[in-house]
């Protein structure tokens, strides 16, 4: 079964610092890798995802991602944060083998501080 | 721009009520989700359909139904709504098996 684990609920940086916000995932075949971001009163927004090929991807707003099969990682990072990234970020993990059950996690929260 | 609606923001309902929570999307697409979102447990899938009159019971189907009329259209039934539904409802629409394109949910109380 798959599942996800984002590490922290809540991230806090400064303006111009760099961001990093964890995951991790289970999946006994090669997954399918998602980041998604929600703003205050908005549905998701898809950030970027892996599917295959080249393992760094990089996504909307100068984020990017780095598929890490031996650490079974996902993380996804922006060199220099903005006020505007403010918003909650989910992982999410989908097998295709299984079908349409896409596992996201609990979500991390990204507080930015001026 | 792919367009998700959802009808309603807010909508506070009554224990014991039929509720319906409709989505429409305007690009074609063959697959539509309803999630369930709730503060530390990220989304829950409730159900999807890969096609008209096609749908498949998610994580969490209990207390919920589904209709899929249309390719367009894709709605959320709750058959007597419950204090435990209370919570954000997001629909979804894709081309792919994985939820791309999000309406920006429905806040759903039940008293």
């Known amino acids: 079964a798959q599942s996800v684990t984002q590490l922290g609920s809540h991230v806090s940086v400064s303006e111009g610092a760099l961001v990093l916000l964890r995951c991790n995932y289970s999946s006994s075949v090669p997954p399918y890798l998602f980041w998604y971001v929600q703003y205050p009163n908005q549905g998701l927004q898809l950030l970027l995802k892996y599917t295959t090929g080249a393992t760094l991807v990089k996504g909307i707003n100068g984020f990017e991602a780095e598929f890490k099969k031996s650490e079974t990682s996902f993380h996804l990072t922006k060199p220099s944060a903005h006020m505007s990234d403010a918003a909650e970020y989910f992982c999410?993990?989908?097998?295709?083998?299984?079908?349409?059950?896409?596992?996201f996690g609990a979500g991390t929260r990204l507080f930015v501080k001026a | 721009d792919v367009k998700v609606t959802q009808s309603s923001r807010y909508l506070v309902k009554r224990t014991g009520e039929k509720v319906f929570l409709e989505c429409v999307q305007d690009m074609d697409h063959e697959n539509m989700f309803w999630y369930r979102q709730d503060p530390g447990l990220g989304l829950r899938l409730i159900y999807f359909s890969y096609d008209v009159k096609m749908k498949e019971k998610g994580d969490i189907p209990e207390g919920y139904s589904v209709s899929r009329e249309k390719k367009e259209r894709f709605s959320l039934i709750l058959e007597s709504a419950s204090t435990n539904q209370t919570s954000m409802y997001l629909c979804a629409s894709s081309l792919s098996p994985e939820p791309l394109h999000f309406g920006n949910g429905t806040r759903l109380t039940v008293t």
């Open positions: 999410a993990v989908s097998d295709r083998a299984g079908g349409f059950k896409t596992i």
